[in-house]
């Protein structure tokens, strides 16, 4: 039975996905290297300096450490220009219901996040007190598909990994929970997620009205 939901931020809980994209586009484009939507796709739940690997990967650049350091920090400063508005209502369909019934049902709530903005997100969202545990991009040293973020989530949860089920948006994220011998739902085209066990378009989907129990 599932004891835990282990939430990615990212495109799970919040609209910041799109914002994400907005800013490495912008790298990409100042860099001249060609990004579409589906390069974007392997950029989602992978950190920051790895996202940049990959786009240099892509334009077959190479750059010094502190070249990357630049850009990564360029990168972000664009990202957090565009969560400067970034309130409650940024919130996706279904969240709040979702984690509400889960809690009702005893399930305990963690998040499992690349990103080292978690913090800031979490505050400016006032959604803090929904998670039992918390791990961000700061507290592990490997990115998804490894599955450090979920592991380390469901230790501080003290839920064994088959007993979590972990709310995911990308196909690095995907993988990582399934490397942690954890469920995994993901939340998107099924078309793209289709190492998920099961793709729902939004968390809305899975409120109690259609599905009996988590
Ligand atoms: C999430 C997003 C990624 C992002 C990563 C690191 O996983 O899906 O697109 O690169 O977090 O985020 P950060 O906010 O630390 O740059
Ligand atoms: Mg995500």
Known sequence: AIKAAIFDLDGVLVDTAHYHYLAWRRVAERLDIPFTEADNERLKGVSRSQSLEYVLQKGKESMHADEKREWAARKNAWYLEYLSALNESHLLPG????????????????????????????????????????????????????????????????????????????????????????????????????????????????????????
């Open 95 to 214: 969240a709040r219901a979702y984690v509400a019934w889960l809690k009702k049902a005893g399930v305990r709530i963690g998040l499992g996040t690349s990103s080292k903005n978690a913090g800031v997100i979490l505050e400016r969202l006032r959604i803090q007190d929904w998670f039992d545990a918390a791990v961000d991009g700061s507290m592990v040293a490997q990115t998804k598909p490894d599955p450090e973020v979920f592991l380390k989530c469901a230790h501080l949860l003290h839920v064994r990994p088959e007993c979590c089920l972990v709310l995911e948006d990308s196909t690095a994220g995907i993988q990582a929970a399934k490397n942690a011998g954890m469920k995994c739902i993901g939340i998107g085209d099924k078309h793209v997620l289709t190492e998920a066990d099961r793709v729902v378009s939004g968390l809305q989907e899975l409120l109690p009205s259609k599905e009996a129990s988590p």
